[in-house]
């Protein structure tokens, strides 16, 4: 193994994930197909997630829904205590305009795949490397597309859609400097964003 892999494998096992589900099934599933690239926590309740907390996670995976306490007051706990790691809801519940004061980074629907959701926690992985700006713009963008594709037309007609869009656009605008590091999957999200409706960059 080259030196370039070794420091690869170390810094993959040097990642924590965070699995949080209170289907045991699940959350051992998730934890199987973790488990030989990251250091695993595997929590089967909110209340035991937020006993799992530390600086050690990396990336948190939560279920919102949870009897004894939900998988948004487990990430309120996160960001209370200032652990500034990468969280996506893996979850049943279609999302709402609620999403919008949540402060996660991706949002899969169940049921997820092994290959989403390995995805999923490298994408996250390589975004605690990038600039808080980039991270905000990620997660704002996320919850923008994740709301467009309501069939509900009150959610993208509401003023907190609207506000959230403009808020987006503050963020594209603090862009410029930051993307060298991207790898491919996101420079594409982040390109999209960036288009005007001709596929054109707004700042040409």
């Not at 605008?173 to 707004?202: H, I, K, M, N, W």
Request: proline share 3%.
């Amino acid at each position: 193994m080259s030196d370039a892999d070794t420091d690869a494998t170390t810094d993959e096992h040097d990642t924590t994930v965070l699995v949080v589900d209170d289907e045991r099934g699940l959350a051992d599933l998730y934890t199987i197909w973790l488990e030989d690239d990251y250091n695993v926590k595997t929590a089967y309740s909110g209340t035991e997630a937020i006993d799992a907390i530390d600086p050690t996670i990396d990336v948190a995976l939560l279920d919102r829904q949870m009897p004894d306490v939900s998988g948004d007051d487990v990430l309120d706990e996160l960001r209370e205590r200032g652990i500034e790691c990468r969280v996506a809801m893996v979850t049943a519940v279609e999302p709402e305009l609620d999403i919008i004061g949540l402060g996660f980074d991706d949002y899969l629907q169940k049921p997820v795949d092994r290959d989403t959701l390995l995805e999923t926690v490298g994408r996250l992985q390589r975004r605690s490397t990038y600039d808080d700006t980039v991270a905000e713009f990620f997660a704002a963008a996320r919850k923008q597309a994740l709301l467009s594709e309501s069939d509900d037309p009150t959610i993208t007609d509401s003023a907190e859609f609207s506000a959230l869009e403009s808020d987006l656009a503050s963020l594209r605008d603090d862009l410029d400097d930051v993307v060298a590091d991207f790898d491919d999957a996101d420079y594409e999200v982040l390109f999209r964003q960036l288009s005007g409706p001709d596929g054109d960059t707004d700042d040409g």
